[in-house]
């Protein structure tokens, strides 16, 4: 059974950065695409980025286009998420998800999230 625990989150002022960091166990990470979701409150799920499982092919929703980063390293079982230029929309709780189909569509396994907070 898969696990996925995430960290990194936190508050920060707008136009700060932070580094989420998603920790992976119990399954072959590098068979898996990766993807960042997050959920503000009152609001739905809203994915924001995927990454591919070893070309390291990325997507990234409009909203956060240009200021998050997602890279992988398949050798420690992580994923990361840059976050740049932050903005008061961006408070939500941010979840990683880990896709074993590849195609960033459906997922088997999420972690419980890590909550950031950007204050204006």
């Known amino acids: 059974q898969g696990h996925i625990v995430e960290s990194g989150g936190g508050l920060v002022q707008s136009g700060g950065s932070l580094r989420l960091s998603c920790a992976t166990s119990g399954f072959t990470m590098a068979d898996f695409a990766m993807a960042w979701f997050r959920q503000a409150p009152g609001k739905g799920r809203e994915g924001i980025t995927c990454?591919?499982?070893?070309?390291?092919?990325?997507d990234y929703a409009d909203s956060v286009k240009g200021r998050f980063t997602v890279y992988r390293d398949n050798a420690k079982n992580m994923v990361y998420l840059q976050m740049d230029s932050l903005k008061p929309e961006d408070t939500a709780v941010y979840h990683c998800?880990?896709?074993?189909?590849?195609?960033?569509?459906?997922?088997?396994?999420w972690g419980q999230g890590t909550q950031v907070t950007v204050s204006s």
């Open positions: 990454i591919s499982k070893r070309d390291n092919y990325t």
């Open positions: 998800a880990a896709d074993k189909w590849g195609n960033c569509a459906g997922y088997d396994y």
